[in-house]
């Protein structure tokens, strides 16, 4: 168990975690304290993300996931619902048709702009709850207990307070439910 969690090129044993946000600001899916060796691919089909959270049922035909170039480009693995940016070693795989490569350079020239809500959401976890700047218990089921609270925590106060970047940039309001 001490090695899953262990990343050599850092310094320590760390946790990994994997967030996906709504337009709202809302944390959707939360994926938490998985080992730290665990690469974000692995993590999101472990967590569900794939599926069956990116299947019809979740996620409407027509709507997807900005995800960063981490994430896999297989339309069989994520049901064609991950939009990303390329690797650089991806270049040679733009679209045939013009109509295509127009929106894939659209999409590319967008996407370090839609990274940032990805930074905003990360620092409007950590920044109200002061206890995720420090290390965090050994222990796996105080670990995971502490950060789900802090993700409801966060989901209650973008809802009810409503102080969040990400909603405040990409919708004005809330629909009526």
């Known amino acids: 168990m001490q090695n899953a969690y262990f990343k ?36 999101a089909s472990a967590s569900g993300l ?7 049922e979740y996620t409407p035909p027509g709507y997807a996931v900005l995800g960063d170039s981490a994430f896999v480009n297989n339309l069989k693995a994520t049901n064609g619902k991950v939009v990303r940016g390329r690797k650089s070693n991806e270049t040679n795989d733009i679209p045939c048709s013009l109509a295509l490569a127009a929106v894939d350079t659209i ?17 409007a976890i950590k920044g109200p709850f002061a206890r995720l700047k420090v290390p965090l218990p050994a222990d796996s089921k105080k670990r995971y207990r502490l950060l789900r609270i802090c993700c409801h925590m966060f989901n209650f106060r973008t809802r009810h307070v409503g102080r969040n970047q990400i909603r405040s940039t990409h919708c004005n309001r809330r629909p009526a439910q």
């Open 50 to 56: 794939y599926f069956p959270k990116l299947s019809d």
């Open 107 to 123: 999409l590319q020239r967008a996407m370090p702009s839609e990274r940032q809500s990805a930074e905003w959401g990360v620092r």
């Open 8 to 43: 050599g090129f850092t310094q320590g044993v760390e946790v990994t975690n994997l967030f996906v946000w709504n337009f709202y600001g809302e944390l959707i899916h939360a994926a938490i304290n998985f080992p730290g060796s665990w690469h974000d691919t692995k993590l």
